[in-house]
Nanobody, 127 residues
Framework: QVQLVESGGGLVQPGGSLRLSCGAS????????IGWFRQAPGKEREGVSC????????VYPDSVKGRFTVSRDNAKNTFYLQINNLKPEDTAVYYC????????????????????WGKGTLVTVSS
């Protein structure tokens, strides 16, 4: 059974940083695309980062580019989202996801159609 488990969320002041982690079990992520999504209260889910198994660089929407960095450690079967210069509008539940089908990050970020999902971790940015 495939499980993805996020950790690292919490309450952070504006301008602060967080690193979210997503650990996987029941699957080896080496050949999976991995992504991070978020959903703020009252808003639709938004893709915020993705790295495919074949792409050499990550993909980010303009809304987070320069502040969000996704990385993966295949040896630990874990991937991460580093968020810097947090803003109140970053407040959301953050979800990690993974998919083996090789559609490409622009597709994944646009439609969120990834096979495996974590349950989410809440990030609250407030002073």
């Amino acid at each position: 059974q495939v499980q993805l488990v996020e950790s690292g969320g919490g309450l952070v002041q504006p301008g602060g940083s967080l690193r979210l982690s997503c650990g996987a079990s029941g699957v080896t992520l080496d050949y999976f695309a991995i992504g991070w999504f978020r959903q703020a209260p009252g808003k639709e889910r938004e893709g915020v980062s993705c790295v495919s198994s074949s792409e050499s660089s990550a993909v980010y929407p303009d809304s987070v580019k320069g502040r969000f960095t996704v990385s993966r450690d295949n040896a630990k079967n874990t991937f991460y989202l580093q968020i810097n210069n947090l803003k109140p509008e970053d407040t959301a539940v953050y979800y990690c996801a993974a998919d083996p089908r090789g559609y490409g990050c622009y597709v994944y970020l646009n439609d969120g159609n990834m096979d495996f999902w974590g349950k989410g971790t809440l990030v609250t940015v407030s002073s």
